[in-house]
């Protein structure tokens, strides 16, 4: 048997055990000691990456649905920091949820996931603002994400699980200059500044003049003076940088 072979039955024998009844009596006491030392590592990564996710749970339904990832998921990525990426990418596209899970569960692993997410994320070389005033030019900063979800999922915990959506939420979630991740409640329009500014660095009136393209519902001016002070905060606490010397 090649190497290949026996790396491919040994993955086999761990995530499926009814695949390895042929083993010997030996063998499998052994490779219980793998079975349980490989679980219990990826149960606690994503018991640890979404803790509120887990609260909702008793412990014997939370371990059989990181069952079901275990044995059921084919992971993309071998590192274990990645973990965590993999299990929403799971919940989202491949896991057919039960009568009693939340039907807020793809949302809020999510949610929790980016925070993991910005908080590990490489930021690169970008300009925090420090400055008064505005920069001629500005963008999204590398340590900022933008989401909307169904759910409040920022609420969600034992005492509130909400069973059914009434509107979209939008969020903000940047890691500050302290290397704190934040998040922000905010309105659609505000998502819609944000997502531009990610995609590329505008001046003041330029954003304005877009977002006025976007949604004419609003004057020039309105927007103006809404979005004048909500730059400023963003500015202040880094979700948005100095992209001028970009």
Known sequence: MSLESQLTAFAN???QPASA???????RRRMAIYRSLFFNNVSGFIQSGFPVLHSLYSEEKWQKLVRHFFTGHQCSSPY???ISKEFVEFLSN???SEPDDPVFLAELAHYEWLELALSVREAGSYTPWQESGMPVLMSASPLSEVAAYHYPVHLISPEFQPHQ???MHYYLLYRDPQHQVQFQHIT??????MELLGKQAYSFDKLVETIHQLAPQFSCDVLQQGLA????QWLSCGA???ATSS
């Not at 659609?188 to 500044?193: D, E, G, I, V």
């Open 188 to 193: 659609a329009l505000s998502a819609m500044a």
């Open 13 to 15: 024998s761990i995530r």
């Open 229 to 232: 002070p909500l730059i400023d």
């Open 21 to 27: 009844a042929k083993e010997s009596p030996d063998t």
């Open 94 to 96: 491949e896991y057919h």
């Open 80 to 82: 274990f920091i990645d």
């Open 240 to 242: 948005v940088v100095d």
């Open 165 to 167: 959506s009434e509107a």
